[in-house]
């Protein structure tokens, strides 16, 4: 059982004021047993806190009455039997010199949902937010919005509270994780809680216990970081800021001179040509300080002053944004890596024909620039009246060169830092009974697919051991198509990174949703998180609540059989039947020996797929949907998308 010492320690650092007994006397719990609580059905449920050494404590709750007494060190726990579903509200009395009564308490299902940014992503962001928003009148579905820490142990208790789902509520909760609990509520009418707990751009390992890191070298290893110097997020974001402080070059200034290089009469044939997007560095300037980059674009005469947008994309450190010589905004980083910058054309600037766009960007230490590799174009765009592309090749032309600044120490992220994460967001819940997990995060570790394919099993088996139940669900959701679509079979790090994923489909009672039809190559946040939740809830309703004839997953594969210069595939989760959808199948690779792929042509053929390459005699290995982002058509009938796959081994 995990202890509150970190609790009781905080709260004995106060006894140069108060007494030990007029601070003890009152009996406490973690925040997660609050009001509106919902508690997990079916399952021994340990209400636990801290109250007067020796304390006599009463837990009165739909019948039941359980006591204890608080140890010598004030802390105690009470284990109710299992409570039976209860969608009537109901409260929690707990009794010792104090009595505190926890409000509009259900009795239901509780999942725990966390990973990265995908789902960090909130209903206000995804399609048809507005309809969402307002129909969203659930008052059995709550949510218990984990706020944002990082700890270097792990915490017993968290900030949070419990929020009913209404309209007011809902635009702030995690929009799978919200689907999700819709989904099997308006089927099954079973109250639904979430703990809701992700955080953007954050790595598997931040969410990993450090014990679990330490068993395997070949995984991330808890960062070399002197506990004090992270306990909280914002101890540890100070240490970071004042780390950087000490190095980074500080702006001076635009020079007056250099503001004629924003004119339209300003000639800049001389400058250097660069790519853009694209950083400092991988232009040939390996150089901190302020570098100016210029382009020209041809805008319609109907936009003519007409208010509009100049989108750039992320940029890192600072920037100056100027149209036709004007100063439209700036926008520091605020010591971050890279900020997207979207910035308003006043009307008045907007020509007919030719306008020049300048950017100065002010580079105080690392990589700077404009973020070389997101997909989306810069551009120039009027609401509901299209967008003009920005040539990719610009002039550059150096303002103040500095030598690249050193930092003393290069300190992750905290998003990054090993088991940080879990220590805050994760750990305070293990004595927390849930019906299982819902997990979406791989972005950060794609480049790491190899490391991942170990890390996140791990990661999986940790979280159902801490909880005493290595049955319990994990379900989570495979990286989604993004980025520019390859005209010839390559390989990339997203495609490992879904083989990966689907890796941990070994372990028993997984799931994962499969998004490859539902991504954006222009966004790493999709908007469809409707589908997804609904994906992740197909697992649930066949494993979890009994619907053993729901379909759960798009077309899996088995094997292949080479049939002279045909490769036949077999799939399972065929779903009543293979489809092509619009038609035709795409996205299927073949190779020789040599490991050469080529475009295949595919058809189906029963419960199977044949592919071939009439320059392949000898067809050896299939890839299907091997790419970041695939043009793949092959479903079952369903409505779910084929799995990735691939059959040669590197």
């Known amino acids: 059982m995990i202890r509150l010492s970190h609790r009781v320690g905080c709260i004995l650092g106060l006894c140069v004021v108060l007494t030990a ?9 973690p925040s997660i047993f609050s009001d509106n609580m919902v508690l997990q059905q079916g399952k021994p449920v340990p209400v636990h806190g801290t109250a007067a050494p020796s304390e006599k404590i009463v837990v009165e709750i739909c019948g039941q009455r359980k006591e204890t007494t608080a140890d010598a060190a004030g802390n105690w726990q009470v284990p109710l039997e299992p409570l039976a579903r209860l969608s009537a509200p109901t409260s929690m009395r707990v009794i010792g010199t104090n009595t505190v009564t926890i409000e509009n308490v259900l009795i239901g299902d509780v999942w725990l949902a966390s990973g990265q940014s995908n789902m960090a992503m909130r209903v206000s962001g995804v399609n048809n937010a507005a309809e969402e928003i307002k129909a969203a009148d659930y ?12 700890a270097s142990s792990p915490r017993e208790d968290t900030a949070g509270k419990w929020l009913v789902c209404t309209p007011d509520a809902v635009k702030d909760f995690s929009a799978v994780a919200c689907f999700f609990a819709r989904e099997l509520h308006v089927s099954y009418g079973i109250p639904m809680g979430v703990i809701n707990g992700a955080v953007g751009a954050s790595s598997c390992e931040a969410w990993t216990p450090a014990d679990v890191l330490r068993t395997d070298k070949a ?3 808890p960062a070399a970081i002197p506990p004090e110097e992270y306990p909280d997020w914002k101890t540890y974001d100070a240490v970071r800021r004042q780390i950087y402080d000490a190095a980074a070059h500080e702006d001076p200034g635009i020079e007056l001179e250099c503001l004629a290089w924003a004119t339209p009469e300003y000639d800049a044939s001389a400058w250097k040509d660069v790519t853009v997007p694209g950083s400092i560095e991988s232009q040939g300037m390996n150089i901190d300080g302020a570098v100016w980059f210029r382009t020209e674009v041809e805008l319609p005469a109907t936009w003519a002053g007409k208010h509009a947008h100049l989108y750039l994309g992320p940029i890192t450190q600072n920037s100056v944004a100027f149209v036709n010589g004007t100063e439209i905004a700036r926008k520091e980083n605020n ?7 979207t910035h308003e054309i006043p009307g008045q600037l907007v020509e007919a024909g030719r306008n020049v766009v300048a950017v100065r960007i002010f580079n105080e230490t690392g990589r700077g620039g404009f973020h070389p590799s997101y997909p989306a174009p810069l551009k120039i765009y009027r609401d509901g009246a299209g967008e003009v592309v920005l040539p990719k090749t610009w002039k550059c032309k150096v303002e103040l060169g500095l030598e690249p600044a050193e930092m003393a120490r290069n300190l992750p992220l905290g998003y990054h830092v090993p088991s940080a994460l879990f220590n805050a967001m994760i750990a ?21 697919w190899k490391q991942h394919t170990a890390l996140f099993p791990a990661m999986i088996t940790s979280w159902r051991k801490l909880w005493g139940d290595e049955t319990l669900p994990f379900y989570f959701v495979q990286l989604a198509s993004y980025q520019a679509r390859r005209e010839e079979p390559c390989d990339e790090a997203w495609a490992f990174m879904r083989e990966s994923q689907t890796k941990a489909l070994a372990l028993p009672n997984t799931g994962m949703a499969v998004t490859i039809d539902i991504g954006d190559a222009m966004d790493v946040h999709p908007k469809n998180k409707q589908d997804v939740g609904k994906r992740l809830a197909l697992w649930a309703k066949r494993d979890c609540y009994g619907d053993t004839d729901t379909v759960v997953s798009g077309p899996l594969f088995a094997s292949t059989v080479v049939e002279g210069n045909r490769i036949r595939i077999n799939f399972t989760h065929i779903g009543g039947g293979l489809v092509a959808e619009g038609g035709e199948l795409k996205g299927f690779a073949i190779a020789g020996p040599d490991k050469v792929f080529r475009w295949a042509k595919a058809k189906i053929d029963g419960d199977s797929v044949l592919v071939w390459n009439q320059s392949i005699s000898n067809p050896s290995f299939v890839r299907y949907a091997w790419a970041s982002n695939p043009e793949c058509t092959l479903h079952n009938a369903a409505g779910l998308p084929a799995v990735p796959f691939r059959t040669d081994k590197r």
Do not use: C, H, K
């Open 139 to 150: 008052p059995d579905i709550r949510f218990f919005m984990v706020t944002r820490d990082m």
């Open 21 to 29: 007994g007029d601070l003890r006397a009152d009996v406490s719990m």
């Open 428 to 448: 305070p819940f293990t004595q927390f009974p849930v019906r299982g997990f819902l997990w979406y995060q791989g972005e950060s570790n794609a480049g790491r």
């Open 219 to 221: 995984l991330p290893q």
């Open 335 to 341: 010591r971050r890596q890279w900020v997207f910058r």
